[in-house]
């Protein structure tokens, strides 16, 4: 099936309403629990005497996306092929993970839909949808992608876009709770990240620090979806209230006229892990609000705790220890990467480890324990600050490093990116060669998007990559598979599913799929056959942008599960979308050339995020508007006219005039291509 180009302005998506799986919705405990999505502490704990499952999104509490599993190995690989493929009839970008608990796999899709399947077959068991506020769309700086579910005592839990946390019964997909965990809807809260279960508790985070949010985690009774307690990782005023006491100090590290009203940034998207011998839940923080500080704080400071990664004892809510990467952060350098639990020799003696690589560019390890750094060196180029002080723990930032503003004359540049060194792209931990594979980017502040994507195995004792592949264009970004059969999987943005030798890099089995992948593999067995699955669609920050080169680009973008396994078939790919047709005549412009000014500015504000105006992009090209858009076009934007089509309402939003002069700028650039067009005929 095609992906469809629908009209979308802002945050666009699919109708959120129109999805027609099975979706069963009962008040809780209307639903008896069965048998399946048994996983608790114990099972958690002896993960590896039971590789057949991946019962975290990481597979196991240290999120290592490392599996023991070795049947498909570097000499059996070349037999790879298709065991099964499941269609989620969405054109959103897919980026979970998903989960296996004997022999039935839980993942989710756009928004915070959620499947259930016979992981030998495929074939669907359940699936739900959230049912989500599509106004909701309007605010989501990132696309309407989730990062995937938790799994825990027969119960799946997942978020859905718009911020609400469900339980549901593993065996029906039945909703045994459901809580709303936005504290003010008013701002742009959006919830992408896949809950975490931390003890009693299921933790989750949210996003929205591009707009106007304040960061926090709540957590919630596994059982009844109880409140238990919110931690707010920045003040909310210089003078309190304080809803957490580590709030008082934090207050004292932002400038008392900083812009409150902003929110701070500081939000946990991403990144959650938690360690059940430690009892210790630990997640980063994600950017400043405003990114500039002299804008935000504009006395300085360091901002507490935008930035920084939080270790939270989950009984209490309390905070345990924490560690500020980028002290006053103004780079939109978030910290909320995937974080590895592991255990290290170090000096001559084994400690307990988390790992980072962040997007700051540096590689970080941390005794998990007490916060302690004890690593923190460059993994990409970076030059932000010249390098971490292991006595202060503190970054010695570079001269001139936050002038970034004035780095787009090609004189100089801030490394890494927005984009970061590494991004929410999952790396994974072989402990066996003691090699971390991180799909890597390598890039500047330059004002463009533009460098390379690179997927390297580096050694976190000695500090150095072991070796790299070939590099490609920044949006060839994907999460790493590896195991013990000596393999490392990754898909890539031109549709491509590969096998690398983990101890080399050469490619031993290449796949083309025909959809573009960004989403970690991931594997698991079933009556002794192993499989190796992944999700397949792009989207994600920039979602709308195909690249020409993109599987998305050339082929659309329905959304795939596609699982492989030794001597399946062939993958069948989806047809080539058609060549563009004519740019249509557009009507007069008729509004003055201040108007179509400010529809400029007002296009760049609200539509631009989803409508890039590229050729073809996944949301529609506006150049190409057909006559009758045009003529119902405050209809369609605020009216709701094609909600079902994913344009939800600007009423409220946008005024009359406002629109109007949207409309005009709109004409105005249809009538530069049309012209082209024209000209460009023999």
């Not at 742009?188 to 985690?217: F, H, K, L, W």
């Not at 003529?631 to 089509?645: C, D, I, P, R, S």
Request: one cysteine or more; glycine letters at 10%; charged letters at 20%.
């Amino acid at each position: 099936m095609r992906n469809r180009f629908v009209v979308v302005c802002a945050a666009m998506a699919l109708a959120l309403a129109s999805y027609a799986g099975k979706n069963a919705l009962v008040r809780a405990g209307q639903a008896k629990l069965s048998a399946y999505g048994q996983i608790d502490r114990k099972r958690l704990l002896a993960a590896d005497q039971h590789p057949e499952d991946w019962l975290t999104t990481g597979r196991d509490f240290g999120k290592g996306h490392y599996s023991p599993l070795a049947q498909v190995n570097r000499e059996t690989v070349s037999r790879l092929g298709l065991a099964w493929d499941y269609h989620t009839h969405t054109d959103r970008g897919l980026e979970a993970t998903p989960i296996v608990v004997d022999g039935v796999m839980y993942t989710s899709g756009v928004a915070g839909r959620v499947y259930a399947l016979d992981g030998k077959t495929g074939k669907e068991l359940w699936t739900f949808d959230p049912q989500n506020d599509l106004s909701v769309t309007r605010r989501s700086c990132c696309d309407e992608v989730n990062r995937g579910v938790a799994v825990w005592k027969g119960k799946v839990y997942t978020a859905s876009l718009d911020g609400r946390l469900f339980a549901l019964d593993a065996a029906t997909g039945a909703v045994l709770w459901k809580v709303d965990t936005v504290v003010d809807h008013q701002r742009g809260y959006t919830s992408t990240g896949a809950p975490e279960i931390a003890g009693r508790v299921v933790a989750i985070g949210n996003g929205g620090a591009e707009y106007d949010a304040r960061g926090y985690v709540s957590a919630y009774d596994l059982d009844t979806g109880k409140f238990a307690w919110r931690f707010f990782t920045v003040p909310g005023s210089a003078s309190g209230p304080y809803e957490n006491p580590e709030l008082e100090v934090a207050a004292k590290t932002w400038d008392p006229k900083s812009r409150w009203d902003m929110g701070g940034g500081g939000t946990v998207w991403d990144g959650m892990v938690y360690d059940p011998e430690l009892n210790l839940l630990y997640f980063g923080t994600g950017n400043g609000t405003f990114f500039d500080q002299s804008k935000r704080s504009p006395a300085g400071g360091d901002n507490l705790f935008i930035a920084s990664i939080l270790a939270i004892n989950p009984d209490t809510g309390r905070l345990v220890w924490h560690y500020q990467e980028v002290p006053g952060e103004q780079w939109d350098y978030d910290v909320v990467q995937p974080l590895v639990l592991t255990d290290l020799k170090i000096g001559g003696s084994i400690r307990k480890v988390m790992m980072q690589a962040s997007k700051d560019g540096f590689f970080y390890i941390f005794d998990r324990k007490t916060g302690q750094l004890l690593s923190a060196e460059k993994f990409v180029p970076v030059t932000w600050a010249d390098h971490i002080d292991l006595k202060t723990g503190r970054p010695v930032e570079a001269a001139n490093a936050r002038d970034f503003r004035n780095s787009f004359n090609g004189k100089k540049y801030v490394e890494p990116s927005v984009m970061g060194g590494h991004n929410w792209h999952a790396m994974a931990w072989d402990a066996q060669r003691g090699l971390m594979y991180i799909p890597e980017i390598e890039n500047g502040q330059t004002g463009i998007f533009s460098g390379k994507a690179i997927l390297r195995a580096w050694d976190p004792i000695r500090s150095k990559h072991v070796w790299e592949l070939e590099p490609t264009d920044w949006w060839d970004r994907a999460g790493v598979l590896a195991t013990a059969g000596g393999l490392v999987f990754q898909g890539n943005g031109t549709g491509h599913f590969c096998a690398y030798d983990a101890a080399t890099g050469k490619k031993l089995k290449d796949i083309d799929v025909g959809t573009t992948i960004m989403a970690a593999p991931m594997t698991y067995s079933v009556d002794g056959v192993q499989y190796v699955a992944v999700m397949a669609a792009w989207g994600g920050g920039g979602w709308s942008m195909a690249h020409p080169a993109s599987a998305a680009y050339i082929y659309g973008n329905e959304g795939r599960l596609l699982v492989f396994k030794l001597d399946g078939g062939p993958t069948p790919k989806p047809e080539p979308l058609p060549p563009l047709g004519p740019i249509p005549q557009p009507p007069a412009l008729t509004a003055s050339p201040e108007a179509v000014n400010h529809g400029k500015d007002l296009f760049a504000a609200n539509c631009s995020r989803c409508h890039t105006n590229d050729e073809r992009s996944l949301a529609l090209n506006l150049r190409r508007m057909p006559p009758e858009i045009h003529e119902a076009f405050q209809q369609v934007v605020l009216g709701g006219m094609l909600k079902n089509a994913g344009m939800p309402p600007w009423e409220g939003v946008l005024s009359p005039k406002e629109v109007a002069d949207i409309h005009a700028y709109l004409i105005s650039i249809s009538w530069d291509a049309y012209k082209a067009q024209q000209a460009a005929k023999p």
